[in-house]
């Protein structure tokens, strides 16, 4: 009887398990469809959010991805973030993400507002052979921005398949003269290594740390080190997912020199931009007001 409870058991883990995979499959199917459409009927878009040197007010914006759904509205990443890497959809993204954002500040730049552009690329897309094909395609689309105004975010929350692909990969990136960033710093298994391996100009703190270091010594501790080595380093370091004012105050007192956050701006249209710039106070006047 006892083995035959077992076995039940085992089998009903085993259903469950299978459940749950399926829904996941279903999920990750249903988030291709979605991205997939979107690609075809043109819907989607970019927003920018600001990106603030304490010192010098608004360096760039960051292009994050919107999906603009016909009865849902705009939708972020959340809802169709696995299929961003997926081998068919990654690519298609990547050169929607870098032709948008380079159009774009070709615009601002004619306008008379220079921006430093900042683009999310998948893991998928950087180890494609044809990645830098696409990105010297954007850049020569857009000659009229520097390849220098234009920053490469690499996540470190997905595995790199391989260190030494995307190595020679990100230096050829930095031969072109484009930026590299190192995204969601912390967040890996490998943070260091990647620091120390891979070729890069600046690294953005995840937001899960920053908002630890008001209230865990130690978060603040590892953060600050983290800033110190950075600059060691000649990198410049870039906190995500500001939200307060006690947060920017505090980085900045740890030599963070970039700042990202609800506290300066959502990710907005790009027709905002201009007037936001206008209307931005930087933080030390911001200090010096209060
Ligand atoms: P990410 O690159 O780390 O981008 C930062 C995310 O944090 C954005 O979410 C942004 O809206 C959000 N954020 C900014 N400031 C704050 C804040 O003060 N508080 C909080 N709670 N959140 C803040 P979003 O736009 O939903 O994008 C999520 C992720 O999706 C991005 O994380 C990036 O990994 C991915 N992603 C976005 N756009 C693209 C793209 O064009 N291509 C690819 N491959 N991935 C993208
Ligand atoms: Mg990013
Ligand atoms: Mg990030
Ligand atoms: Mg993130």
Known sequence: LALYAAKDAGRDQCKLHTLAMDEAMQNDARMRALLDQALREDRLVLHYQPIVASADGVVGVEALLRLDHPEKGLLTPAAFFSALDHPRIARPIGRFVLD???????IWQRDGLVLRVAVNISTRHLLDARFLEDLQEALANHASVPP???????TESAPLLNLADAQSVLKSCQDL????????????NASLTYLQQLPAHSIKIDQNFVCDILDDPKDLAIIAGVITTSRMLGMEVI???VERAEYAALLAKIGCSHLQGYLFSRPIPAEDIPAWITRFRPIHRLEDAS
């Open 100 to 106: 948008t954002a380079l159009r774009q500040t070709a």
């Open 148 to 154: 220098e105004q234009l920053e490469i975010e690499i």
């Open 177 to 188: 003269g484009v930026r590299i960033a190192l995204d969601d710093f912390g967040t890996g």
């Open 239 to 241: 906190a995500e997912g």
